[in-house]
Every structure is written in C-alpha cells, then in structure tokens.
C-alpha cells in the first residue's frame, strides 16, 4: 500500500537538536484544529469544563503560589489546549466523536513504508516503558524514534508513593501537563510526517464506553460495547489522546499506529526487547516490601484474633513476649481490613 506524504524526508527535524519553540499566547489558527466537542445540549463541552486544577488553588504560601504560577505559564492551558484526559478534559465519548473521521490509522507495514520514505515515529508511552522494548535499535538511525510521554510520574511526591505501594514502576502518573509543548522541542515541524504510537494502539472504529441514565428510574449505568470491559476501553489509548491534542497544537501531517509499539514488535519489525518480558525496576521494591508485610500481617492477626477468642489464657503471654507479633497485630488491627477479622470479635 502506498501512502502520501506530505513531507519528504529532507524536511525532518531532529528532535535531539532543535531548540525550544516560543509558543504562541493562544493556541494557532489552523484550519486542521479539531471541533471542540459538544455536549447533548449543543453547548461546547469546553465551556462546561472545570478550570484548570494548577489554576484552580488559591491557598498555600507565596512561595507555593508562585510554583503554581510558573506550572500554569508552562502549561498546555496557556496556549488554549484542551487536554483529552484527566481533569479539565471532555468525558471520552465527546473526544472519541471529535477524533472520528480524523483519525488515519495505519497498520505496522504502512508505518514501515511511511518510515521508510521519511516519516518519523512518536512514541507516547511513558518512559519507563520505552526503556524496556521499543521500535528501532540503538546505533541503527534508520528509524527515526522519539519518546514523548504523554503519561509522566506524578508531581505529587504522595500520588507517586501510592504507585510504588502497587508495585507500579515509577510510581502514580499523570498527562503531561505540557505535552503538546513537549512534543514541540522534540518535533518542531508542525507539517512533517509523524506516526504516533503507544502500547497498545486503540481503535478508533469502535464504539466508546458511555454513561447513560436509565429514564424509568433515573439512575446511571455504564454501556459497554462488545469488545471492551469495565476495566479498559478498547476504543481509547494514549496515542488517540495525544492526537486529539496535537491536532489542537496545529500538527497536520500525523498517522495512528494500529496495534501500538507492541504490534511492532510482534510483527518482527526492527526493534529492541521484548513486550511479554517482565523487567524489573527498583520502584516496585517498595510495593513489594509492603505487601509481604500485609500478608503476613493477615496471618498474625488472625493467629491472634483466634487465640484472644478461643484462648484467652495464652493471648497476653504470645502478645507480651514477641514484640513483633505485637507491632504487626495493631498494625493491621488499625488499618482498614480489620473488618476481615470482625468474625472473632
């Protein structure tokens, strides 16, 4: 198959070199800007949006206010980008219907073609992933392969930590919150070929999740297409997200990889590691940690809650006389699934 392009390969920027565009006090007039999505009412669902969370605090110290201030300077927010994902962004199926028909999805072989003859690929996935497997190979720039995250670790030292205790590498994350401006230091040619991909792809053909309300009882219920369960969303992906906002940012030339970085690789394209390979990372060694303690704070303590009922005579001597034991019953004692204990109480 044959596809156009609208750049030839003299015209691709190298993203390692290029300096930082200035971006633009509004977002760019362009022609190629998505329709903001509308609501059923007819009213443009940005209007109805909550302002932006780095906007939106008022409190905190003057040092802490002028943090924000500086994060809202930088943000996509300040060039009139709206984001596809977290607060501030449209529900799903508003951004699905604005991305259909614009979306040109290619399969591994037609990104190869459109590589092969100039284009370049955008690999979303956060960068601990793109470590791990990816598209090309180090030292062989046949292939021109750049990571942008479009999820990155989460600025919240706290959100972070709730990833690491879930063994999540590199903890809890976050959209970028300046995406659209990093893809700009990395691709500044707004009408270059680009093929954006993450992990898995998504399809943009199939029909979204959607939340309706029931009119006989008023209450809400989720519709979930054929294909997709209520634990992922096959009609969304990062790269669909990202597209939905480089279009907004005046990008004209850009290709969704069908099947994402994975499908690449499975298809046996020029690439490095391996996407059913488990690759350690010293972030989940807290999360690790955390939960040998909990399993075996579940086994103390239901040692114990049976000894306290059912033999009472020795419940003070164990407590007394192994420290440990001790520590690890109110430890989970106080915690929130003390409640699986609640039988022998």
């Given at each position: 198959?044959?596809?156009?392009l609208?750049?030839s390969?003299?015209?691709?920027?190298?993203?390692?070199s290029?300096?930082?565009?200035?971006?633009?006090?509004?977002?760019?007039?362009?022609?190629?800007?998505?329709?903001?999505?509308?609501?059923?009412?007819?009213?443009?669902?940005?209007e109805?949006?909550?302002?932006?969370?780095?906007?939106?605090?008022?409190?905190g110290?003057?040092?802490?206010r002028?943090?924000?201030?500086?994060?809202?300077a930088e943000?996509?927010?300040?060039?009139?980008?709206?984001?596809?994902?977290?607060?501030?962004?449209?529900a799903?199926?508003?951004?699905?219907a604005?991305?259909?028909?614009?979306?040109?999805?290619?399969?591994?072989?037609?990104?190869?073609e459109?590589?092969?003859r100039?284009?370049?690929l955008?690999d979303?996935?956060?960068?601990?992933?793109?470590?791990?497997f990816?598209?090309?190979?180090?030292?062989?720039?046949?292939?021109?392969v750049?990571?942008v995250?479009?999820?990155?670790?989460?600025?919240?030292?706290?959100?972070?930590?709730?990833?690491?205790?879930l063994?999540?590498?590199?903890?809890?994350?976050e959209r970028?919150?300046?995406f659209?401006?990093s893809?700009?230091?990395?691709?500044?040619?707004?009408?270059?070929?680009?093929?954006v991909g993450?992990?898995?792809?998504?399809?943009?053909s199939?029909?979204?999740?959607?939340?309706?309300?029931d009119?006989?009882?008023?209450?809400?219920?989720?519709?979930?297409?054929?294909g997709?369960?209520?634990?992922?969303?096959?009609?969304?992906?990062?790269?669909?997200?990202?597209?939905?906002?480089?279009?907004?940012a005046?990008?004209?030339?850009?290709y969704?990889?069908d099947?994402?970085?994975?499908k690449?690789?499975?298809?046996?394209?020029?690439?490095q590691?391996?996407?059913y390979?488990?690759?350690f990372?010293?972030?989940?060694?807290?999360?690790?940690?955390f939960q040998?303690?909990?399993?075996?704070?579940?086994v103390?303590r239901?040692?114990?809650?049976y000894?306290?009922?059912?033999?009472?005579?020795s419940?003070d001597?164990?407590?007394?006389t192994?420290?440990?034991?001790?520590?690890?019953n109110d430890?989970?004692?106080?915690?929130?699934?003390?409640?699986?204990?609640?039988?022998?109480?």
């Amino acid at each position: 198959m044959s596809l156009p392009l609208a750049a030839s390969a003299s015209t691709r920027a190298s993203g390692a070199s290029a300096s930082r565009p200035r971006a633009p006090a509004t977002a760019p007039a362009t022609t190629n800007r998505p329709a903001r999505a509308r609501d059923r009412g007819g009213r443009p669902s940005h209007e109805k949006l909550q302002p932006n969370p780095i906007a939106s605090r008022r409190r905190g110290s003057t040092t802490r206010r002028a943090a924000i201030a500086a994060d809202t300077a930088e943000s996509d927010a300040a060039d009139g980008i709206v984001p596809a994902f977290g607060e501030g962004s449209p529900a799903w199926p508003l951004v699905h219907a604005d991305l259909k028909g614009k979306v040109r999805t290619v399969s591994v072989a037609d990104a190869r073609e459109l590589m092969a003859r100039g284009a370049s690929l955008a690999d979303v996935r956060p960068r601990i992933e793109f470590e791990e497997f990816r598209a090309g190979i180090d030292g062989d720039d046949s292939l021109d392969v750049r990571n942008v995250p479009y999820m990155v670790p989460h600025r919240s030292v706290a959100k972070r930590w709730q990833g690491y205790m879930l063994c999540t590498k590199d903890g809890l994350k976050e959209r970028d919150w300046r995406f659209t401006r990093s893809f700009a230091e990395r691709f500044p040619d707004k009408s270059a070929p680009i093929v954006v991909g993450c992990k898995t792809g998504g399809d943009i053909s199939m029909e979204p999740i959607r939340i309706e309300t029931d009119p006989s009882t008023g209450r809400t219920r989720q519709v979930i297409p054929e294909g997709s369960s209520q634990y992922g969303d096959k009609s969304k992906s990062n790269s669909l997200m990202a597209i939905y906002e480089l279009q907004q940012a005046g990008y004209t030339n850009l290709y969704h990889l069908d099947g994402g970085v994975t499908k690449w690789c499975v298809d046996g394209e020029r690439h490095q590691g391996d996407p059913y390979k488990f690759y350690f990372h010293p972030t989940i060694l807290p999360g690790i940690l955390f939960q040998l303690i909990m399993v075996e704070g579940i086994v103390v303590r239901s040692n114990m809650a049976y000894v306290k009922k059912f033999h009472p005579e020795s419940y003070d001597q164990i407590n007394n006389t192994n420290a440990l034991y001790g520590i690890i019953n109110d430890l989970i004692a106080n915690s929130p699934i003390n409640w699986m204990f609640d039988y022998y109480s």
